[in-house]
C-alpha cells in the first residue's frame, strides 16, 4: 500500500501530461479543421450562388433561342417576295443558331459537373464534423481530473 500510495503522485503526473498533450493535440486538431468548415461552407454558398446564376443564364439563353426561332418565322412569313434580300439575315442567323445549339448541352454539362462539387464538398463538410464532435468527449474529461483546467 505505501508503495503504492509512493507512486501516485509520478503517476498523477504522467496522467496530467498525457492528457494536457491529449488536449493541446485537439485543440491543434480544431484549429486545423474549423477553418476548413467555414472555408467548405463559403465555397458551397458560392457554388449554389453559380449554379443558380448558371440555370438562370441557361434559361434566357433558351428563352432567347425561342423568341428568335419566332421571329425568324415572323420575317420569313412577312417578307414572301423579298427572299433575295433576306438571304444575308438567313445566313446569319442559320450561323447564329449553329454557334448557340451546342450551348444547352455544355451548359448541362457545366450544371452537372457543379451539383458533383456540391455534393462532394457536403461530403466533405459531413466528413469533417465528426473528428470535432469526437474531440468533445475527451475534453470534457480532462475537465474532471484533478488539476484539468
Given at each position: 500500500?505505501?508503495?503504492?500510495?509512493?507512486?501516485?503522485?509520478?503517476?498523477?503526473?504522467?496522467?496530467?501530461?498525457?492528457?494536457r498533450t491529449?488536449?493541446?493535440?485537439?485543440?491543434?486538431?480544431?484549429?486545423?479543421?474549423?477553418?476548413?468548415?467555414?472555408?467548405?461552407?463559403?465555397?458551397?454558398?458560392?457554388?449554389?450562388?453559380?449554379?443558380?446564376?448558371?440555370?438562370?443564364?441557361?434559361?434566357?439563353?433558351?428563352?432567347?433561342?425561342?423568341?428568335t426561332a419566332?421571329?425568324?418565322?415572323?420575317?420569313?412569313?412577312?417578307?414572301?417576295?423579298?427572299?433575295?434580300?433576306?438571304?444575308?439575315?438567313?445566313?446569319?442567323?442559320?450561323?447564329?443558331?449553329?454557334?448557340?445549339?451546342?450551348?444547352?448541352?455544355?451548359?448541362?454539362?457545366?450544371?452537372?459537373?457543379?451539383?458533383?462539387?456540391?455534393r462532394e464538398?457536403?461530403?466533405?463538410?459531413?466528413?469533417?464534423?465528426?473528428?470535432?464532435?469526437?474531440?468533445?468527449?475527451?475534453?470534457?474529461?480532462?475537465?474532471?481530473?484533478?488539476?484539468?483546467?
Open positions: 500500500m505505501g508503495e503504492l500510495a509512493a507512486r501516485l503522485p509520478r503517476a498523477l503526473t504522467q496522467l496530467d501530461d498525457r492528457v491529449l488536449t493541446e493535440d485537439i485543440s491543434a486538431m480544431r484549429a486545423a479543421v474549423e477553418p476548413l468548415d467555414m472555408r467548405m461552407q463559403r465555397l458551397e454558398g458560392e457554388m449554389r450562388g453559380m449554379h443558380k446564376s448558371l440555370k438562370e443564364g441557361m434559361q434566357a439563353t433558351e428563352d432567347g433561342m425561342k423568341e419566332r421571329l425568324q418565322d415572323i420575317t420569313n412569313q412577312g417578307i414572301g417576295d423579298l427572299v433575295k434580300g433576306v438571304e444575308p439575315l438567313s445566313g446569319g442567323i442559320n450561323r447564329v443558331e449553329d454557334n448557340t445549339s451546342p450551348l444547352p448541352d455544355r451548359i448541362g454539362s457545366l450544371q452537372q459537373l457543379m451539383s458533383e462539387m456540391l464538398l457536403t461530403t466533405l463538410r459531413e466528413a469533417i464534423e465528426p473528428v470535432s464532435r469526437a474531440a468533445e468527449p475527451v475534453a470534457r474529461l480532462r475537465e474532471r481530473l484533478p488539476g484539468g483546467n
